[in-house]
């Protein structure tokens, strides 16, 4: 007991300290700090490696340089952060400010002179230290809603310069009110191995949770009992003042009769590490009914940073039948904490199920592993996996928009780290239709979308990251370009070109557009189909009337053309 209590305490001091870092930053926004999103929170396939600042529901506020240094990059894509901004400061710092509306009006003219010069909407661009110097607190840009954003906001990072990882924004002195403790709201133990059960049961066993008298608890009246080994994942979250939003958690740390079994801490992660959250969550639930909920022992092939190093990290074994007394402590950077409590009663091992007739390929997480059969090759890489799995496939009936038979390959509900290879004979199609050959995959809803890959002698070939059903079709089809607002040929009034822009099975490829025979600065927005063209009289004479080219190739090479005149 003494040693569980000192260990509880250590972590405090710890999150109080790390709550006073030292740093004086000027804030990012001149608008009270209030978060939609938090450091280390689950997203699809990696960690949030920032905040997202709520700017009041819109775009346009103004946006500062938390402390002097100088621009060190500027990027513009269509997705991810859309038009962001990296500043190197001193002491070895970075900060990241993305979802860009539109950046100040030297840096915009620089990125246009680039853009033009490179005909090219998407740059990455590294000025030199004397390009955009920067004082503390001084303009930069303007918020906005661009990329892979879902709402208007700023997202905000400090990352470390030599290694570009990035630290939790929070345990800087920023001005975020948090006096509110983590929420617990599920919990999941999961037999893991033949001879583990969970109240009788093989299946997972689920359960709200209730609070009571400040702790969390199964409801009243349940009772749990198990044997063998069981994985405990929890489903809770952070929450911070004047927002609704559920956040990620900065520690999360199991104890089992006093002892600490597990512990994570949120601190800083690797980029080349981020796509290991689909070995740190419980990928099964995710899969099953959207769920993410942190598992609290570790994968063998999970190599994040943020476990424990002094611990295993490991399942729960219960060995006998003697009770086991489960807390589970989650806890945010301001030192706000909440305690999952309950009992599991030990009981004796189930017998081994028969055996499964179905046939199935045991595949190691750490050695390279292949499955040939018919038409179908499967090679996976080593550490692929997180952890060994019984590998097979099922055959189900040719659909409507595909030139073969479905294949299940593996289980949807193991997550996939490395990409695999999948090649699927080729179906006898005319040889100038081979490019137009790809790998589609299909949901539970039946909804068919491409999963990439190409004609490779003789076969369909693609590099996948997850498990599901697919099998091959044809592409023949040109995008889509629609007219928006369209006023005639008269745009005078106007101050853009908008275009719809969409595709209905391999995706929008590439894009360009020509103003009287010159390559024009067409903006992708790939969340709202759009494409459009800001007027610049710098480059087009007014009260003219231009003819306007405009090019749309999906990732399968079929290419649409609009041509049309217009008068500005």
């Not at 709520?54 to 621009?71: A, N």
């Not at 090019?551 to 500005?568: A, I, M, R």
Request: glycine share 8%.
């Amino acid at each position: 007991m003494p040693r569980a209590i000192s260990l509880i305490l250590m972590q405090f001091l710890m999150l109080y300290s790390i709550g006073q870092d030292g740093n004086d930053f000027h804030p990012p926004l001149k608008i009270p700090l209030y978060l939609s999103g938090n450091f280390g929170e689950i997203r699809s396939d990696h960690f949030h490696s920032g905040i997202d600042i709520k700017t009041q529901g819109r775009t346009g506020l103004p946006v500062f340089s938390i402390d002097e240094g100088y621009i060190s990059r500027i990027k513009v894509q269509a997705n991810g952060y859309g038009n962001s901004i990296y500043i190197n400061h001193p002491g070895g710092l970075t900060s990241v400010y993305g979802h860009l509306d539109r950046y100040r009006d030297d840096i915009a003219a620089y990125v246009k002179r680039m853009q033009y010069k490179n005909q090219s909407f998407t740059v990455d661009l590294y000025p030199g230290k004397e390009s955009f110097p920067l004082n503390k607190g001084e303009l930069i840009a303007y918020s906005g809603n661009t990329g892979g954003s879902s709402g208007p906001h700023l997202h905000f990072e400090i990352r470390s310069s030599g290694n570009q990882h990035p630290g939790n924004v929070l345990r800087y002195n920023f001005e975020i009110k948090d006096r509110i403790a983590p929420r617990f709201h599920s919990v999941y133990l999961l037999p893991l191995d033949t001879g583990s059960h969970v109240n009788g049961q093989t299946d997972k066993f689920k359960s709200r949770l209730v609070k009571d008298n400040g702790i969390y608890n199964l409801p009243y009246g349940s009772k749990l009992s198990g044997a063998g080994n069981l994985g405990i994942s929890v489903e809770v979250f952070d929450y911070l003042d004047e927002a609704v939003n559920r956040c990620g958690i900065y520690t999360l740390a199991m104890y089992v009769n006093n002892e600490l079994v597990y512990s994570h801490v949120m601190d800083e992660f690797a980029f080349s590490e981020t796509r290991y959250v689909n070995a740190n969550i419980d990928y099964q639930e995710l899969v099953r009914s959207g769920i993410k909920a942190h598992r609290l022992y570790r994968l063998p092939n999970d190599r994040l940073r943020i476990y424990d190093k002094s611990l295993d990290n490991k399942a729960l074994v219960v060995e006998n039948t003697g009770s086991y007394r489960i807390r589970i402590i989650a806890a945010d950077p301001a030192g706000n904490s909440s305690e999952l409590a309950f009992t599991l009663q030990g009981e004796p091992g189930s017998p081994p199920p028969p055996a499964n007739p179905t046939r199935l390929i045991h595949m190691k997480y750490d050695r390279a592993n292949s499955y040939e059969e018919g038409p179908l090759r499967i090679d996976i890489p080593a550490r692929a996996l997180y952890q060994d799995m019984d590998f097979g496939i099922q055959l189900s009936p040719q659909g409507k928009s595909t030139l073969g038979p479905f294949y299940q390959i593996g289980n949807e509900e193991v997550p996939v780290h490395l990409p695999y290879t999948l090649s699927i004979q080729s179906p006898l199609v005319y040889p100038g239709l081979r490019s137009k050959l790809l790998i589609v995959s299909r949901n539970n809803k039946g909804e068919i979308k491409s999963a990439g890959g190409a004609y490779q002698e003789g076969a369909v070939v693609a590099k996948l990251r997850n498990f599901g059903t697919f099998s091959v079709a044809l592409d023949t089809l040109a995008p889509e370009i629609i007219p928006r607002g369209s006023h005639g040929s008269d745009y005078s009034s106007k101050k853009e070109l908008r275009f719809t822009i969409r595709d209905d099975l391999s995706g929008i490829g590439k894009y360009e557009g020509y103003i009287d025979n010159h390559w024009a600065l067409f903006e992708y927005d790939p969340k709202n189909e759009l494409l459009f063209y800001r007027f610049d009289e710098k480059r087009i004479a007014r009260e003219t009337v231009h003819e306007l080219e405009l090019y749309v190739s999906d990732q399968k090479g079929n290419t649409q053309l609009f041509h049309t005149t217009f008068e500005w």
